[in-house]
């Protein structure tokens, strides 16, 4: 949850299917849009996204990690209980917080 008074420096919106190969630009994208700014928290809206699989466990981990590195908070909005179901049986509900989770 969005700690008190921080908001969202960037927003990702992830749709659609994910793949492996697309995860480093993922995360390339979100390195170089928060080195250009100045807030804390990213938010990644993956309410569009079809199918999640293992594949977007990893993207969210990673994406998390380029986060983190980087001084800022990952929050995810818009997680479909089958995502949220794949996050729990990973045991990243704890690490990757979910908007409303």
Not at 28 to 33: K, N, Y
Not at 48 to 76: C, K, W, Y
Request: hydrophobic share 45%.
């Amino acid at each position: 949850m969005k700690p008190e008074g921080k908001e969202p420096s960037i927003v990702i919106v992830i749709r659609g299917r994910v793949d492996r190969a697309d995860i480093p630009r993922l995360c390339e994208d979100a390195r170089s849009r928060l080195c250009a700014s100045s807030g804390d928290v990213v938010l990644c809206d993956v309410a569009a996204l079809s199918d999640p699989d293992v594949v977007v466990v990893d993207a969210l981990a990673r994406l998390q990690l380029t986060v983190r590195r980087l001084g800022r908070e990952l929050e995810i909005r818009g997680a479909s209980k089958e995502l949220q179901e794949l996050l729990a049986l990973s045991g990243l509900s704890d690490v990757l917080p979910i908007e409303g989770g």
